[in-house]
């Protein structure tokens, strides 16, 4: 059986053209999109500047020589390619299950096209019924924001390490984990809603961001869907 996220990963490489600046998200199907850029520099001598989302794609890229260029070097992408948790019809998707929510979000947002990548079961009807909403804490407010979760109908839990220490963001952030009863009805009013709450530093609800999906499924085929 091949594996969907690596047929997925995999494709989505291709859209990289000679001479792009491209961003390049984290997570464990992005990881064979890093793989296939790596081999296509090597054998095409494609050539392009990335700018990764976290420290473990840093990492990642420069093992694979892949070129870097830091996010204050330029002013647009044109590219990037990047993972969800989980993604709707309307290209609405929950990310950060990796922790890398706000440096993501910031690079999907000078992005002229964003692609995800990922296998058929992060597919779904609505967003939240089965993945927690990650979301970025400012550690000083995190009893605050723990309060304020709650009242808008958020199970909040923090995010702990596998040896049982609190995750610290790349950012040096925490991260509380949100779980909704029914989902997330109105994903855009819970977004607003949770960004007026002070200590937040960011929501793992990326809306309006994705421009084409790679799903890669269980038969060997990749469904592309560009949105309308």
């Known amino acids: 059986m091949k594996n969907p996220k690596e047929l997925a990963g995999r494709a989505a490489a291709e859209l990289?053209?000679?001479?792009?600046?491209?961003?390049l998200g984290t997570g464990s199907t992005v990881h064979f999109t890093l793989v296939r850029i790596a081999e296509r520099i090597h054998d095409e001598g494609l050539r392009i500047l990335a700018v990764p989302t976290s420290e473990d794609t840093l990492r990642k890229a420069r093992e694979l020589g892949i070129p870097l260029v830091e996010l204050g070097r330029v002013e647009r992408l044109d590219l990037t390619i990047d993972g969800a948790d989980e993604i709707d019809g309307r290209f609405?998707?929950?990310?950060?299950?990796?922790g890398a929510l706000l440096r993501e979000k910031v690079v999907a947002s000078i992005s002229a096209r964003e692609a995800i990548v990922v296998g058929e079961d992060k597919v779904v009807e609505r967003l939240g019924v089965r993945f927690k909403l990650p979301v970025e804490v400012v550690p000083f407010a995190a009893p605050v924001v723990a309060r304020a979760l709650e009242a808008l109908g958020a199970r909040p839990t923090l995010r702990k390490t596998a040896a049982g220490a609190t995750f610290v963001s790349d950012n040096h952030n925490w991260i509380f984990d949100c779980a909704f009863a029914n989902g997330i009805e109105d994903a855009a009013r819970l977004d607003q809603a949770l960004k007026r709450v002070p200590g937040i530093v960011e929501t793992g609800l990326f809306l309006g961001l994705a421009h084409v999906l790679f799903i890669g499924c269980a038969d060997g085929r990749v469904e592309v869907r560009e949105k309308k």
């Open 16 to 23: 990289v053209r000679d001479g792009m600046q491209v961003g």
């Open 92 to 98: 609405d998707m929950i990310k950060g299950g990796g």
